[in-house]
C-alpha cells in the first residue's frame, strides 16, 4: 500500500475530524496514555513561564494533556488540517492556548518560537522527512529544552506485529470504513508497520543532536506498540 503523504494525507484528516474523537475514545487509555507522555516532559512549577509547542496537534487531545501537565504554561498547538484544527477550536481552551494552521514543515518560517518544550504525538511516522522535522524541532527549542514524542513505534518483535495487524484488522479498520475512511486507517495500520522500531527512533533523535533520548513503554495492551520517547536539545553546533 502507497502511505497518504503531505496534503493527501491532511484531506483524509479533514475528512475524519468529524467522527476521530469517538473512534479514538475506543482505545482503551488513550488519553490517559498521552497525559503520562506530556508528564514525562517533567516541566517545573506547573509550567509557569514556560511556551510550549504541541506539534500536530489534531482534535485537541494532545493539547488538553499538554494544558493539564502544565496548566500554567502558554501553549501553541499547530495542525495540517484544517477540519482537525476546526475540532479542536470549538472546544473550551484558557486564553493561554492558541491554534495555528501549519504543517511541522511549515514552523521554520512561520517566525514562531523558541519553545521551552515541545510535545509531538502521532505525528512523526506521518511526515515525508522525519529527520527535517526533528532538525526543524531542535532550531525552535531553547537549548536543553525538551522534546516528548509519543508514538507508535513498535519494538520488532513479531509478537507485536501481530498484535498491531490484529487489532488493525478486527476493530480500527472496520470502523473507520463505517466512517467512510477506511484509507486513513488503513494508512495507520501500514504506517506503523513501516516506521522506526522504538530504538531506531531513539537513534533517529540522538542523530538529529539531541541528548539523552531514551524510549519509555506505555501500559496496557499497547507496550511494546506506543512509547513516549524523551530526550532534550543539544547546544547548537553539538
Given at each position: 500500500?502507497?502511505?497518504?503523504?503531505?496534503?493527501?494525507?491532511?484531506?483524509?484528516?479533514?475528512?475524519?475530524?468529524?467522527?476521530?474523537?469517538?473512534?479514538?475514545?475506543?482505545?482503551?487509555?488513550y488519553?490517559?496514555?498521552?497525559?503520562?507522555?506530556?508528564?514525562?516532559?517533567?516541566?517545573?512549577g506547573?509550567?509557569a513561564?514556560?511556551?510550549?509547542?504541541?506539534?500536530?496537534?489534531?482534535?485537541?487531545?494532545?493539547?488538553?494533556?499538554?494544558?493539564?501537565?502544565?496548566?500554567?504554561?502558554?501553549?501553541?498547538?499547530?495542525?495540517?488540517?484544517?477540519?482537525?484544527?476546526?475540532?479542536?477550536?470549538?472546544?473550551?481552551?484558557?486564553?493561554?492556548?492558541?491554534?495555528?494552521?501549519?504543517?511541522?514543515?511549515?514552523?521554520?518560517?512561520?517566525g514562531?518560537?523558541?519553545?521551552?518544550?515541545?510535545?509531538?504525538?502521532?505525528?512523526?511516522?506521518?511526515?515525508?522527512?522525519?529527520?527535517?522535522?526533528?532538525?526543524?524541532v531542535?532550531?525552535?527549542?531553547?537549548?536543553?529544552?525538551?522534546?516528548?514524542?509519543?508514538?507508535?513505534?513498535?519494538?520488532?518483535?513479531?509478537?507485536?506485529?501481530?498484535?498491531?495487524?490484529?487489532?488493525?484488522?478486527?476493530?480500527?479498520?472496520?470502523?473507520?470504513?463505517?466512517?467512510?475512511?477506511?484509507?486513513?486507517?488503513r494508512?495507520?495500520?501500514?504506517?506503523?508497520?513501516?516506521?522506526?522500531t522504538?530504538?531506531?527512533?531513539?537513534?533517529?533523535?540522538?542523530?538529529?543532536?539531541?541528548?539523552?533520548?531514551?524510549?519509555?513503554?506505555?501500559?496496557?495492551?499497547?507496550?511494546?506498540?506506543?512509547?513516549?520517547?524523551?530526550?532534550?536539545?543539544?547546544?547548537?553546533g553539538?
Amino acid at each position: 500500500m502507497t502511505l497518504l503523504r503531505d496534503h493527501d494525507l491532511a484531506r483524509a484528516f479533514d475528512h475524519a475530524s468529524g467522527t476521530y474523537d469517538r473512534l479514538t475514545g475506543l482505545n482503551p487509555g488513550y488519553r490517559a496514555d498521552l497525559l503520562r507522555s506530556a508528564r514525562r516532559l517533567k516541566l517545573p512549577g506547573d509550567g509557569a513561564g514556560l511556551h510550549l509547542l504541541d506539534l500536530g496537534c489534531g482534535t485537541g487531545a494532545s493539547t488538553r494533556a499538554l494544558l493539564r501537565a502544565a496548566p500554567r504554561a502558554r501553549i501553541t498547538a499547530v495542525d495540517a488540517s484544517a477540519g482537525m484544527l476546526r475540532r479542536a477550536l470549538a472546544k473550551p481552551w484558557p486564553d493561554g492556548v492558541r491554534f495555528l494552521h501549519l504543517s511541522a514543515e511549515e514552523l521554520h518560517t512561520a517566525g514562531e518560537g523558541p519553545f521551552d518544550a515541545v510535545f509531538a504525538a502521532y505525528l512523526f511516522r506521518n511526515v515525508s522527512d522525519p529527520d527535517g522535522v526533528l532538525g526543524t524541532v531542535r532550531a525552535l527549542l531553547r537549548p536543553g529544552g525538551r522534546l516528548a514524542v509519543h508514538e507508535y513505534s513498535l519494538t520488532g518483535s513479531p509478537a507485536h506485529r501481530a498484535l498491531w495487524t490484529a487489532v488493525c484488522q478486527g476493530v480500527i479498520i472496520p470502523a473507520g470504513t463505517i466512517t467512510g475512511d477506511r484509507a486513513l486507517y488503513r494508512h495507520l495500520w501500514h504506517s506503523v508497520l513501516d516506521f522506526d522500531t522504538a530504538s531506531a527512533f531513539t537513534g533517529r533523535l540522538t542523530r538529529a543532536g539531541f541528548t539523552g533520548a531514551r524510549a519509555l513503554p506505555l501500559a496496557g495492551w499497547q507496550t511494546g506498540i506506543t512509547h513516549t520517547f524523551v530526550a532534550a536539545a543539544g547546544e547548537p553546533g553539538r
